[in-house]
């Protein structure tokens, strides 16, 4: 009786053993996704550019408005309400991830001698000062789309006198109601505001 006893425990322990194996785990490791773009501004034709010399352009870090200043990927379905999809987020804040993306796009113009992203200590001819207002994947149409909005400064850095400013905005729409899908959206909206605002900068400063 014992004998069979035992054997009857071990077999309920093998058996709970190998549902928790076979059966997923309760709790879904995050995906993780990047901004990671490739601007693609066309390069300023200045016959001048040869022969003086391009001003140095200082990008201040990005800021991001309340409630888009994290790594959570955010969605909308109702006016006025801010959602965050439960196992996928970007790498890093999209504040953060979009510095060396306006750098390069910036870069692509030719109208600088120098780009660099760089806390407010740094000095230059010329300073960028950006903030991200929206960066959403919006489910209120079909199909979804995603909305990307972006606030921008050109300074003259000796002076700190705001030479231009604008709001840039657009948006994408969605392949998919998924992360994913709006992932690729994100990316496709961030260049083409990217390559507005790099097109902005480098005149406004001539």
């Not at 053993?17 to 076979?22: D, E, K, M, T, W």
């Not at 990927?73 to 801010?82: E, G, K, S």
């Not at 400013?165 to 948006?171: A, I, L, M, P, T």
Request: include cysteine; proline fraction near 5%; aromatic fraction near 8%.
């Amino acid at each position: 009786m014992r004998a069979a006893r035992s054997v009857s425990v071990l077999l309920c322990v093998w058996a709970l053993g190998a549902c928790s194996v076979l059966q997923p785990s309760a709790t879904e490791p995050p995906a993780f996704f990047a901004l990671n773009v490739a601007p693609n501004a066309a390069r300023l034709r200045s016959t001048d550019n040869a022969t003086r010399t391009l001003p140095t352009l200082i990008i201040t870090p990005t800021r991001a408005a309340a409630g888009f200043d994290s790594q959570r990927i955010i969605f909308v379905r109702h006016d006025y309400q801010l959602e965050y999809f439960a196992h996928s987020e970007w790498v890093d804040t999209p504040a953060r991830m979009l510095g060396p993306l306006l750098a390069s796009a910036l870069e692509g113009t030719g109208a600088f001698g120098a780009v660099v992203v760089t806390p407010a200590s740094a000095s230059g001819d010329l300073r960028l000062e950006t903030e991200i207002v929206r960066l959403q994947h919006n489910f209120q149409g079909n199909p979804s789309r995603v909305q990307f909005a972006l606030r921008a400064f050109l300074l003259d850095d000796k002076t700190r006198r705001v030479m231009a400013w604008r709001e840039f905005s657009g948006e994408s729409a969605s392949a998919s109601a998924t992360p994913q899908g709006g992932v690729d959206a994100a990316n496709t909206v961030v260049q083409s505001v990217l390559n507005e605002l790099a097109q902005f900068v480098a005149t406004r400063h001539q």
